[in-house]
């Protein structure tokens, strides 16, 4: 069988969106994907050559023979000739009616004439192989088809058109430089034609390289959703109104409310929409001493929820003081609410500055706490969120290579030699090649593309 990393072979793969549709799409990339792709094709006219002209895309429209069917199907056949293509190889695409069992037909006709079934990522495998994407590039694409709401697909763009890796390519680039002149003057110490850094310039360049690290790791870390949206999870005492709250910001009847104290022992989750943001709404048991099992485990679970939120709604009703923290405190994560304010209308929006005063009863304030949790929730992911698939990955490497460059200034400033120095160095300069991907594994490559469905 042959290798992901053995780009030689062509290889095909229904490349549209599962399901009927008007359009489909089986797509291959590879030495003989014209070839296949063209052998069952018949242009229409005078046009009999379906190839492409020589570094522009060409787009041949015809029939299309299918084993099993008798009359011939309307298509297109779109070609690009390599390397200026997303896969840096020739890329085949025929576009029919999008029924699922024609594609499969198509396909199938692909894989007898030669082309073997690409695996899940594979054609951006190719590209990112061949040169048209680095790595975190190509995490963007799984970012883009993966973005759940306008922020994540903004995100997404931007890593695609290199708002991460730039930076840390340029920055590789020049420990690579430094390294060179280091290692230079290793080699020929005696030589009086080689020009040594000073030492305090290059201890101070490199810990401002290291800061810009640890910048870009606080980045990673605060950015990292575990799930496609935002959580927002409710907390606060029991009989505080967290449930009736839920349901008016859902707009139905999704939690169980009772005037009872600790009706909610489980969690609840729904999705919503506030102010053009989706989000996962979290409703969660009240916050109380646990004196039975039961309620331990229900505890445990809400702190669960909290831990994993990105903003909390602090619950507390109206004249009721505050709600317990809980271990929560009042900074950029907790957003406090007022419930029940319909029991004091005449205080209905005389709320302190950092609280949103809400009645589930009359729907008072809801569209208030829609738009401030909204404009929490944007305000914490700020400019330049990151797809999580890439803070897992690169956090580690980024925080080893900045320690890198730190110990290799404290070696400068200290005067221990530049052997010590080059050996930091060449260790950050490989951290920094497994974010854009100048060094990798198949296990790396494995682990990023098989999150991937195929075709893509």
Same mark, same amino acid.
């Given at each position: 069988m042959s290798s992901p990393l053995d780009t030689n072979d062509t290889i095909a793969a229904i490349s549209s969106a599962p399901g009927s549709a008007a359009r489909g799409?089986?797509?291959?990339?590879g030495p003989a994907a014209f070839e296949i792709a063209s052998e069952p094709f018949q242009p229409l006219g005078d046009d009999d050559s379906p190839t492409p002209p020589r570094r522009r895309a060409a787009l041949h429209r015809?029939?299309?023979?299918?084993?099993?069917?008798?009359?011939?199907?309307?298509?297109?056949?779109?070609?690009?000739?390599?390397?200026?293509?997303?896969?840096?190889?020739?890329?085949?695409e025929i576009h029919l009616v999008g029924s699922p069992p024609l594609l499969d037909l198509v396909l199938s006709g692909c894989l007898a004439r030669g082309a073997r079934l690409a695996g899940p990522g594979e054609f951006t495998l190719r590209a990112f192989l061949n040169g048209r994407?680095?790595?975190?590039?190509?995490?963007?694409?799984?970012?883009?088809?993966?973005?759940?709401?306008?922020?994540q697909l903004d995100a997404a763009l931007e890593q695609l058109a290199g708002g991460i890796s730039a930076p840390i390519v340029a920055l590789r680039d020049r420990l690579l430089d430094v390294t060179a002149h280091v290692e230079a003057n290793l080699d020929f110490v005696d030589e009086h034609d080689v020009?040594?850094?000073?030492?305090?310039?290059?201890?101070?360049?490199?810990?401002?390289?290291?800061?810009?690290?640890?910048?870009?790791?606080?980045?990673?870390?605060?950015?990292d959703r575990p799930s496609g949206q935002p959580r927002v999870v409710l907390v606060? #005492? @029991?009989? $505080? =109104?967290?449930? +009736?709250?839920?349901? *008016?910001?859902?707009? /139905?009847?999704?939690?169980?409310? #009772? @005037?009872? $104290? =600790?009706?909610? +022992?489980?969690?609840? *989750?729904?999705?919503? /929409?506030?102010?053009?943001?989706?989000?996962?709404?979290?409703?969660?048991?009240?916050?109380?001493? *646990?004196?039975e099992p039961i309620q331990a485990?229900?505890?445990?679970h809400r702190g669960q929820q909290a831990g994993r939120a990105h903003l909390v709604l602090v619950c507390s009703p109206v004249g009721g003081g505050d709600a317990p923290a809980a271990g929560l405190d009042r900074g950029p994560r907790?957003?406090?609410?007022?419930?029940?304010?319909?029991?004091?209308?005449?205080?209905?929006?005389?709320?302190?500055?950092?609280?949103?005063?809400?009645?589930?009863?009359?729907?008072?304030?809801?569209?208030?706490l829609r738009a401030a949790i909204a404009r929490r929730l944007r305000s914490l992911a700020g400019e330049g969120?990151?797809?999580?698939?890439?803070?897992?990955?690169?956090?580690?490497?980024?925080?080893?290579?900045?320690?890198?460059?730190?110990?290799?200034?404290?070696?400068?400033?200290?005067?221990?030699?530049?052997?010590?120095?080059?050996?930091?160095?060449?260790?950050?300069?490989?951290?920094?090649?497994?974010?854009?991907?100048?060094?990798?594994?198949?296990?790396?490559?494995?682990?990023?593309?098989?999150?991937?469905?195929?075709?893509?």
């Amino acid at each position: 069988m042959s290798s992901p990393l053995d780009t030689n072979d062509t290889i095909a793969a229904i490349s549209s969106a599962p399901g009927s549709a008007a359009r489909g799409i089986v797509r291959l990339t590879g030495p003989a994907a014209f070839e296949i792709a063209s052998e069952p094709f018949q242009p229409l006219g005078d046009d009999d050559s379906p190839t492409p002209p020589r570094r522009r895309a060409a787009l041949h429209r015809g029939t299309l023979v299918v084993q099993g069917l008798r009359p011939r199907l309307e298509a297109s056949l779109a070609l690009w000739s390599g390397p200026r293509t997303y896969t840096g190889q020739d890329v085949a695409e025929i576009h029919l009616v999008g029924s699922p069992p024609l594609l499969d037909l198509v396909l199938s006709g692909c894989l007898a004439r030669g082309a073997r079934l690409a695996g899940p990522g594979e054609f951006t495998l190719r590209a990112f192989l061949n040169g048209r994407l680095d790595l975190t590039r190509a995490e963007a694409v799984l970012g883009v088809i993966d973005a759940a709401n306008g922020e994540q697909l903004d995100a997404a763009l931007e890593q695609l058109a290199g708002g991460i890796s730039a930076p840390i390519v340029a920055l590789r680039d020049r420990l690579l430089d430094v390294t060179a002149h280091v290692e230079a003057n290793l080699d020929f110490v005696d030589e009086h034609d080689v020009d040594p850094l000073a030492d305090a310039r290059l201890a101070a360049e490199l810990e401002s390289a290291a800061a810009g690290l640890r910048r870009l790791l606080a980045r990673l870390t605060s950015r990292d959703r575990p799930s496609g949206q935002p959580r927002v999870v409710l907390v606060g #005492s @029991p009989n $505080a =109104g967290k449930s +009736r709250l839920f349901n *008016a910001l859902l707009g /139905e009847d999704h939690a169980i409310v #009772s @005037p009872v $104290a =600790g009706t909610t +022992r489980d969690y609840l *989750a729904a999705r919503t /929409e506030c102010d053009g943001l989706a989000v996962e709404l979290i409703d969660t048991a009240g916050v109380e001493a *646990a004196w039975e099992p039961i309620q331990a485990q229900a505890q445990e679970h809400r702190g669960q929820q909290a831990g994993r939120a990105h903003l909390v709604l602090v619950c507390s009703p109206v004249g009721g003081g505050d709600a317990p923290a809980a271990g929560l405190d009042r900074g950029p994560r907790a957003l406090r609410v007022r419930t029940k304010c319909d029991l004091e209308p005449d205080n209905l929006g005389a709320a302190e500055d950092d609280e949103i005063r809400t009645s589930a009863e009359t729907g008072e304030g809801l569209a208030e706490l829609r738009a401030a949790i909204a404009r929490r929730l944007r305000s914490l992911a700020g400019e330049g969120d990151l797809p999580a698939s890439t803070a897992a990955r690169c956090r580690g490497s980024l925080a080893r290579a900045g320690e890198s460059l730190d110990a290799a200034a404290e070696v400068l400033r200290s005067g221990l030699g530049t052997e010590l120095v080059a050996i930091e160095l060449r260790a950050a300069i490989d951290e920094l090649g497994k974010v854009v991907g100048a060094t990798f594994t198949e296990d790396i490559l494995d682990r990023i593309f098989s999150r991937f469905c195929i075709g893509k």
